[in-house]
């Protein structure tokens, strides 16, 4: 014997429900409210699944059709007097089967929500990059021109069209693979002695005069410029905006209209100086850099030994905006990564003709 709170429907009372409790004997079902009792006999006891979403247990007598009392007890089901009579063990299976159903598809509901959040949250990089390519590189170009008029006053170019000639001439298999990309690279040199490089939405590349004095060769100085190139063409500025968004923007954005992004970038100004490359963007950064050493034969080594120098003088102060060191993953990491990278790749490298010693000096005299 045992109880299961239940509701009697009743069309004779006048409230026509009335709430109880129901009883299974093992020869009978008995419901006991304050003003009804009813009793129903396993001979004529039907069992059903039913009600909202088939999630009530009914019992009603096969004689009486205006009466029936259910539960949403489902322990109902596991009642040892029913499963044991064999007259009523058949009715038990299939209600139990209607209910196990809608649990179960309750779960297939739930579980396909859970994946799509996941789904959506997972493939979240996948998205930025695909409205990120939608954003015409002209925007980013205003944006990196706006920036680039708010932060000059901040710095002291330094203006020496020889020096920028020769410079160019040594990054030439560089700056050929980012063109052919359709971006414009403008260089910039600022007196300032972080150790520092950074780029700026759209092509503009800033070297700060201190990278200049602590790389040892150019194929140094080119393994930080390959790195900043590769932020530029991977669009990590304008991905970095759309990431912070938010999913949802996101999505919105991708189903509807992309000029609706056009107002957040046309309002960078400070927000995007605060803005800084994540460690993810980094590593990508330092990958296709390298990629591009390698394609354009400069001995890749020089981005590690860069790195190592780095390392060596942990403590330097590395400021800036965007800057080169902001949010770089620890040194010691990447130069771990790019050792293995040198591993399994063959490099092919042509030596560079022009003396870095003799570039160094004529730059530090027009200073
Ligand atoms: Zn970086």
Same mark, same amino acid.
């Given at each position: 014997?045992?109880?299961?709170?239940?509701?009697?429907?009743? !069309? !004779?009372?006048?409230?026509?429900?009335?709430?109880?409790?129901?009883?299974?004997?093992?020869?009978?079902?008995? %419901?006991? /409210?304050?003003?009804?009792?009813?009793?129903? /006999?396993? !001979?004529?006891?039907? #069992? +059903?699944?039913?009600?909202?979403?088939?999630?009530?247990?009914?019992?009603?007598?096969?004689?009486?059709?205006?009466?029936?009392?259910?539960?949403?007890?489902?322990?109902?089901?596991?009642?040892?007097?029913? #499963?044991?009579?064999?007259?009523?063990?058949?009715?038990?299976?299939?209600?139990?089967?209607?209910?196990?159903?809608?649990?179960?598809?309750?779960?297939?509901?739930?579980?396909?929500?859970?994946?799509?959040?996941?789904?959506?949250?997972?493939?979240?990089?996948? %998205?930025?990059?695909?409205?990120?390519?939608?954003?015409? $590189?002209?925007?980013?170009?205003?944006?990196?021109?706006?920036?680039?008029? !708010?932060?000059?006053?901040?710095?002291? =170019?330094?203006?020496?069209?020889?020096?920028?000639?020769?410079?160019?001439?040594?990054?030439?298999?560089?700056?050929?693979?980012?063109?052919?990309?359709?971006?414009?690279?403008?260089?910039?040199?600022?007196?300032?002695?972080?150790?520092?490089?950074?780029?700026?939405?759209?092509?503009?590349?800033?070297?700060?005069?201190?990278?200049?004095?602590?790389?040892?060769?150019?194929?140094?100085?080119?393994?930080?410029?390959?790195?900043?190139? @590769?932020?530029? +063409?991977?669009?990590?500025?304008? $991905? *970095?905006? =759309?990431?912070?968004?938010?999913?949802?923007?996101?999505?919105?954005?991708?189903?509807?209209?992309?000029?609706?992004?056009?107002?957040?970038?046309?309002?960078?100004?400070?927000?995007?100086?605060?803005? /800084?490359?994540?460690?993810?963007?980094? +590593?990508?950064?330092?990958?296709?850099?390298?990629?591009?050493?390698?394609?354009?034969?400069?001995?890749?080594?020089?981005?590690?030994?860069?790195?190592?120098?780095?390392?060596?003088?942990?403590?330097?102060?590395?400021?800036?905006?965007? @800057? %080169?060191?902001?949010?770089?993953?620890?040194?010691?990491?990447?130069?771990?990564?790019?050792?293995?990278?040198?591993?399994?790749?063959?490099?092919?490298?042509?030596?560079? *003709?022009?003396?870095?010693?003799?570039?160094?000096? /004529?730059?530090?005299?027009?200073?």
């Amino acid at each position: 014997m045992k109880n299961y709170e239940a509701i009697l429907i009743d !069309t !004779t009372i006048s409230s026509g429900r009335v709430s109880g409790v129901l009883t299974i004997y093992s020869d009978r079902v008995e %419901f006991l /409210s304050d003003s009804k009792t009813i009793e129903i /006999s396993n !001979t004529f006891l039907k #069992i +059903t699944a039913g009600g909202a979403g088939n999630r009530l247990i009914f019992f009603s007598d096969c004689n009486i059709n205006d009466l029936s009392i259910y539960t949403d007890d489902k322990k109902v089901l596991k009642n040892e007097f029913l #499963i044991n009579n064999h007259l009523l063990a058949g009715q038990l299976k299939s209600s139990k089967k209607v209910v196990r159903k809608i649990i179960f598809s309750s779960i297939y509901v739930l579980s396909f929500f859970i994946l799509l959040i996941l789904g959506a949250y997972l493939a979240k990089d996948y %998205f930025v990059e695909k409205l990120a390519n939608q954003v015409p $590189r002209e925007w980013e170009k205003k944006a990196g021109d706006q920036l680039f008029k !708010t932060i000059s006053g901040q710095y002291k =170019i330094v203006e020496n069209d020889s020096l920028k000639k020769v410079f160019l001439e040594v990054a030439k298999p560089l700056l050929n693979q980012i063109e052919k990309q359709g971006v414009k690279i403008e260089l910039y040199f600022v007196e300032d002695p972080s150790i520092n490089a950074f780029a700026l939405p759209g092509g503009k590349v800033i070297i700060q005069s201190g990278l200049l004095e602590n790389s040892k060769s150019w194929e140094e100085v080119l393994g930080v410029l390959s790195h900043e190139l @590769a932020h530029v +063409t991977r669009r990590h500025h304008i $991905r *970095g905006i =759309i990431n912070n968004m938010g999913l949802y923007v996101i999505l919105s954005t991708l189903i509807g209209d992309v000029t609706a992004l056009a107002g957040t970038i046309g309002n960078l100004g400070g927000e995007l100086a605060s803005l /800084s490359n994540s460690r993810a963007f980094e +590593t990508e950064a330092d990958e296709t850099g390298w990629g591009y050493l390698v394609k354009g034969h400069i001995n890749p080594k020089g981005m590690i030994s860069f790195f190592e120098t780095l390392d060596k003088k942990h403590g330097t102060k590395m400021d800036g905006y965007l @800057a %080169f060191m902001s949010t770089h993953p620890e040194t010691k990491n990447r130069i771990k990564n790019l050792k293995a990278k040198l591993k399994e790749s063959s490099v092919n490298f042509k030596l560079i *003709g022009n003396d870095f010693v003799s570039f160094k000096n /004529s730059f530090k005299s027009k200073m």
